[in-house]
């Protein structure tokens, strides 16, 4: 879903989303990353750059897909399968960046924008995936590829591209894929629902230590951190352990306690399973029937 075009869309992203003579920052998702390892320059990311960086990867994609079925060309691995993989580089870029962020260091503002985002992003999915003209050229491209002297990339790319197709429903009547659509959506809500449940449950966990033995043969900077924690929450002479990796690790590594490490280790695997507002429980049953219904529809025992 790409290449043709990306300048004419890359000049009306930047006049509409760059304005920056009328205060508002420029996109970095519309700029090279100038960083180590093109790491993504966060201190520059705004909330409100992430769904217009979407929107315009989505539409770079849909005029891509657009090129790619309207052609009147035979359909070959360049003009439809790399056309189509170098489609969603932005969207893919973006989509990255902001699903790293709310699963580590979200907020209220990001976790409402995520659940817009993922009901769009399944839509969009289900609109590639299911789209029968662009199937159709993928496939005459898959059953001719021994003709095509494509080299062992290529082929991965190929036969990936076709069975992801196939095993997104692609095969289904349209009747079924209409179905297989209301289950993507109700699931894309769900899975984040319940990534927000356990997020929100590992930052509102802690433990607290009260006597000094408990932290016999932990590390320093361990313990320094855990005393920093608890003075943070106006605790002083105590420390606080949490069911964040870099906080608990440690303490079930080292700590000699074996009842606070169980303490510990239990409130890390019953997140999102405590009877309350983060409770996963029914989320879970909602998840497993819609799956099965999905799986049952893609032709899997179940």
Known sequence: MKRVCFFVILVLV????????????????????????????????????????IDSGIAFARQ??????????????ANTVARLDRSDKLLNKVAAVFFSQTSANTSPELEELQMEIAPILSAFGDEMLLNTALFDRIRTVWENRASEQLD?????????????????????????????KKINQELSVLTVRFSQNVLAET??????????????????????????MAKD?????????TTQKPSMLPFLQYAENRELRKTLYDAYLNRGNNGNEYDNNKIVSDIIR?????????????
């Open 14 to 53: 930047m006049a509409e989303s760059c304005t920056t003579t009328t205060g508002v920052k420029e996109n970095p998702f519309f700029t090279e990353w100038e960083t180590p390892f093109e790491v993504p320059p966060f201190d520059q990311i705004a909330d409100e750059h992430y769904l217009t960086a």
């Open 152 to 180: 062992d990339e290529e082929l991965f790319l190929l036969d990936n591209l076709y069975k992801s197709f196939v095993r997104n429903g692609a095969l289904l009547s349209s009747g079924d894929q209409e179905k297989l």
């Open 64 to 77: 891509q897909v657009a090129i790619i079925v309207a052609s009147d060309e035979a359909p070959t691995f």
């Open 233 to 241: 929450e106006g605790l002083d002479s105590k420390w606080i352990f």
């Open 203 to 228: 930052n509102d966990y802690k433990l607290i230590i009260d006597n000094e033995a408990d932290l016999k043969v932990l590390p320093v900077t361990v313990i320094t951190t855990a005393a920093e």
């Open 290 to 302: 819609l799956r099965a219904e999905r799986a049952k529809l893609l032709g899997y025992k179940t």
